[in-house]
């Protein structure tokens, strides 16, 4: 029998949409169903070449760095006992293929009754009739595309699982899932295209799978039915890359997407989540992506998360600007966070980037930021810059964990009188930009943070003691010349083997 050592369960891979009959065909043909992808190109986001990159594949990584291994022997799948570290590749799409089923493909609800039924199967392959064992089986599901929403539906739709059921899932993990559905051309798909199963994604038709009401619009939220910190949501940002239907998808999907899936509709409410320059499949892929990996496993297995918040005290206007306010003219603006998060010793990716040149940045408004009077909010709507998380066992000096974070504050261009200022506009400029570097140390009973501006200073020095605020958080002030003021606020969690979760109480972007 299986003995889990958490927070290393079985990790369970449920694959994404096949559209036509070919594609069916040639994922049914393949053992891992696209979770044994892996790349040797990554494209820079700031100069667009090609660099040459080795990435394995999830498979074989977490085979190799986690002593993970499949569960197939003798031309086919084990049916007898099988380690916790298992993966187990959920093949939905069999059925759809003539040579294994009728040639008919599961509804969405089917296949989330299937994944439930699944998951009982394993629990009695680890577990056999030993009630404390079955008690300590769990699993993490991870899930590419569509994938993502046959989880939710099991974990969300009552007339498929229960509470007892969904207690078997540990964590969550979906790359490029399109939680608040597909749109093409800014339209969300029709319920009547049937074509394909193409309606799968639209809203309406999502509510009643997902058991959410139909008036609410947006259906990205997992109804109270699972904790959103346990449920990860990796979102791509590449669009250009994406190769499906001659480039059609991409011209259609837009420039804020993957080539597919929106970027604003591939979270779930609450949810952490982390942004790359990676696209929906193919070459430059998600799935197939280190970035996509380092997430994965931290998120799984890691045992630190660091949230940062930017608190913004002062957004500095330009001096003709501010000369002009100061003479009673309308100033009208708005502004660009852009962030990315690096652990010490990441060579060729990091764990988030959100930037003005991938259309990923966070924007927010000058009102709902410091002019609240003129907006219906109660509090600033201050940006949530990233959820990152850590593995002290990945430390490679010392005892402490050390990673960076680059942060950049533009603005998209100011209006005077409802006319955009042009006169000495100057594009590239910042109001604040800089890189910084924490380092984390555990000690009894919390953490000690410090920090160093290292646009100016070499990131090996000791840094500055970070101070503890009342709300459980470390407060960093910023500033530049500029007269940008602001504060970013980290809260260190340390994380349970067992993955006790993480609550929060900001407003993710």
Known sequence: MAYFVPPFF????????????????????????????????????????????????????????????????????????????SIIIYRYYDTADKDFGDGKALSIPEAARGLRALLYQLRAQMCGAQADLQRQFKVHLVAHSMGGLVVRAFLQNDEISTPEDRNLVSKVFTYATPHNGIEMAGINVPAAFGLWDMNNFNRGRMAEYLDLPRDEGRVDTLGGKFDAQRFFCFVGTNHRDYPVAGGLARALAGEMSDGLVKIENATVADSPR?????????????????????????????????????????????????????????????????????????????????????????LRGYDELLNLEDTDRDAPRWPMLFSAYLDTSKITVGRTVVFGVELKVSTTGYTINNKLWLDQHVEGEYLFRDTLTFKVTLKPGGFNLRYLRTDESWSEKKGTLAQFGPDASFSVPLDSGKGFKGTLALTVHKISPAGTPVHHEREYA
């Open 274 to 362: 982390a942004f790359a320059f990676r696209c929906h499949s193919g070459p430059y892929g998600v799935v197939n992506s280190e970035e996509g990996y380092q997430n994965l496993v931290r998120f799984l297995f890691g045992n630190l998360r660091v949230d940062g918040v930017l608190e913004v005290q002062a957004l500095p206007l330009p001096p003709s600007v501010e000369k002009a306010r100061r003479r009673g003219k309308s100033i009208r603006a708005s502004y660009y966070f852009e962030c990315s998060v690096s652990p010490r010793g990441a060579l060729g990716y990091r764990l988030t980037e959100r930037r003005r040149d991938t259309y990923s940045a966070i």
């Open 10 to 85: 079985p990790v369970v891979y449920v694959r994404g949409y096949a559209m036509t009959s070919a594609e069916i065909a040639d994922t049914v043909s393949t053992p891992y169903m696209g979770f044994n992808l892996g790349a040797t190109k990554a494209r820079q986001t700031w100069d667009g070449k090609v660099v040459r990159q080795v990435f394995e594949s999830p498979v074989v990584r977490l085979m190799k760095d986690y002593g993970y291994r499949d569960i197939y022997a003798n031309g086919t799948e084990i049916t007898g006992p099988i380690p916790a570290r």
